[in-house]
C-alpha cells in the first residue's frame, strides 16, 4: 500500500481486498479509497469501495475501514466516471497517467504495463502491472511502487 506525502512515496505496509477491477482511487496521506467493480455471475457488479487507513509514518499500519457494496440500479461499470484514472488493472490503456501533486520538488504518474509470454502451442501467459512513479524535474525516476500486479494463463484459439 502507498501514501502519497508531502515529501514523496512511503511504503506503509500491505492488505489484501477482495478481487474487483479497480476504477477510481484516492490516495492521500491517512487514506486511501479505492473503488470498482468485481465480478458475478449474472447482471452488472455492484460498484465496491475500500477504504484502506493508513498509520504514522514511523509504523507500518495499515488496515481495511471497510469496504461497501453499491449496487444501485443504473450503476454501469462501463460508464463510471470519477476522479482519477478509470483503470488500473487488466484494461487500463493509456502509457502514462499523471496525478495532481503538492509536492513541487517531484511528479508522479501511474505506469501500466502488459506483456505476452507464449508457452506453447495454443497457450500464454498475460502479465499486467500497474506502478506509481516518482519522478523529479528532469524526468528521473527516483522511486516506483507496484500498487496492481498480476499474472493470467490462458489457452484456446483466441488472442
Known amino acids: 500500500?502507498?501514501?502519497?506525502?508531502?515529501?514523496?512515496?512511503?511504503?506503509?505496509?500491505?492488505?489484501?481486498?477482495?478481487?474487483?477491477?479497480?476504477?477510481?482511487?484516492?490516495?492521500?496521506?491517512?487514506?486511501?479509497?479505492?473503488?470498482?467493480?468485481?465480478?458475478?455471475?449474472?447482471?452488472?457488479?455492484?460498484?465496491?469501495?475500500?477504504?484502506?487507513?493508513?498509520g504514522s509514518s514511523q509504523k507500518k499500519e495499515v488496515s481495511i475501514s471497510g469496504c461497501t457494496d453499491d449496487a444501485s440500479p443504473g450503476q454501469d461499470w462501463r460508464k463510471v466516471v470519477g476522479p482519477g484514472p478509470q483503470n488500473l488493472g487488466q484494461w487500463a490503456r493509456a502509457k502514462s497517467i499523471p496525478l495532481d501533486s503538492v509536492d513541487p520538488s517531484h511528479e508522479y504518474y501511474l505506469q501500466p504495463s502488459s506483456s505476452k509470454k507464449n508457452l506453447g502451442e495454443n497457450s500464454w501467459e498475460m502479465h499486467y502491472k500497474t506502478e506509481l512513479i516518482e519522478a523529479d524535474g528532469q524526468g528521473s525516476v527516483s522511486q516506483r511502487f507496484t500498487i496492481y500486479e498480476t499474472s493470467i494463463v490462458a489457452s484456446g484459439s483466441g488472442d
Open 1 to 54: 500500500m502507498c501514501a502519497l506525502i508531502r515529501n514523496g512515496i512511503r511504503n506503509a505496509g500491505e492488505v489484501s481486498l477482495r478481487d474487483l477491477q479497480v476504477h477510481m482511487m484516492t490516495c492521500g496521506e491517512e487514506r486511501i479509497e479505492i473503488a470498482g467493480f468485481g465480478t458475478v455471475r449474472q447482471g452488472d457488479p455492484p460498484l465496491t469501495r475500500c477504504v484502506i487507513t493508513i
